[in-house]
């Protein structure tokens, strides 16, 4: 079974900041997954990973696939960007939706 | 596009009462998943279901049951609730069990007093 722990688990900072939060699994995967939690449950994949770098907007998601850990980061925080992020990773050799294991989150306060 | 729908949004039963959550997948979408997610926790993977049977389980009791539809909507029944059952009841849709790209619904939230 895949343990996925996140860091920091809270983070507080100002608005225009860059922020990285942090995900670390233990075995192998065939894909990671970002996700943004905003208060009331609602969750939005932001990224899906296998490899490399991807790029929306402020904000950029890496993952090394040896090093098993991956990184969120946001450009020039917003206010608005105040959720929760979780990172979730599906483990096998690929084929099939399986189900995914998810981190605790990382709850990101931006301060005006 | 509706996106992921769930019902209701939010849930208060008796302890050793039974409950049926629903989930109506985003438009196209076959295969539909379940999570629990307890406050402060990450989701858990409950099953998943394609073509109407359940494809692949978590480490959930029996007392967690599912369905599908020929429609491709699904439910998630609980019975004998326990207070530990009160989380936030995620379902989630993607496009084939081959697709690992889901889409979230907004969650239901079950409360057990």
């Known amino acids: 079974k895949n343990e996925v722990e996140q860091s920091p688990q809270n983070l507080t900072a100002q608005e225009g900041e860059f922020i990285t939060i942090n995900c670390s699994y233990s075995?192998?995967?065939?894909?990671l997954h970002w996700l943004q939690q905003h208060p009331g449950g609602g969750i939005v994949s932001l990224f899906m990973?296998?490899?490399g770098k991807k790029k929306h907007g402020r904000l950029i998601a890496t993952i090394n696939i040896q090093e098993k850990h991956s990184s969120l980061h946001i450009t020039a925080s917003h206010p608005r960007d105040s959720a929760v992020y979780i990172c979730?990773?599906?483990?096998?050799?690929?084929?099939?939706?399986?189900?995914?294991?998810f981190g605790k989150g990382t709850h990101l306060i931006i301060q005006p | 596009d509706a996106g992921v729908t769930q019902s209701p949004t939010h849930l208060i039963k008796t302890r050793g009462q039974q409950v049926t959550l629903r989930c109506s997948p985003k438009?196209?979408?076959?295969?539909v998943s379940w999570y629990q997610q307890a406050l402060g926790q990450g989701p858990q993977f409950i099953f998943q279901?394609?073509?109407?049977?359940?494809?692949q389980r978590g480490n959930f009791p029996d007392r967690f049951s599912g369905h599908q539809f020929p429609n491709y909507s699904s439910e998630l029944n609980v019975n004998a609730l326990l207070l530990g059952d009160s989380a936030l009841y995620l379902c989630?849709?993607?496009?084939?069990?081959?697709?690992?790209?889901?889409?979230f619904g907004p969650g239901t939230r079950l409360t057990v007093t």
């Open positions: 279901y394609y073509e109407e049977e359940e494809r």
């Open positions: 989630a849709s993607s496009h084939s069990h081959l697709e690992v790209w889901q889409y």
């Open positions: 990973l296998s490899s």
């Open positions: 979730a990773v599906r483990s096998g050799s690929g084929g099939g939706a399986d189900g995914l294991t």
């Open positions: 438009s196209g979408h076959d295969t």
């Open positions: 075995v192998g995967i065939s894909a």
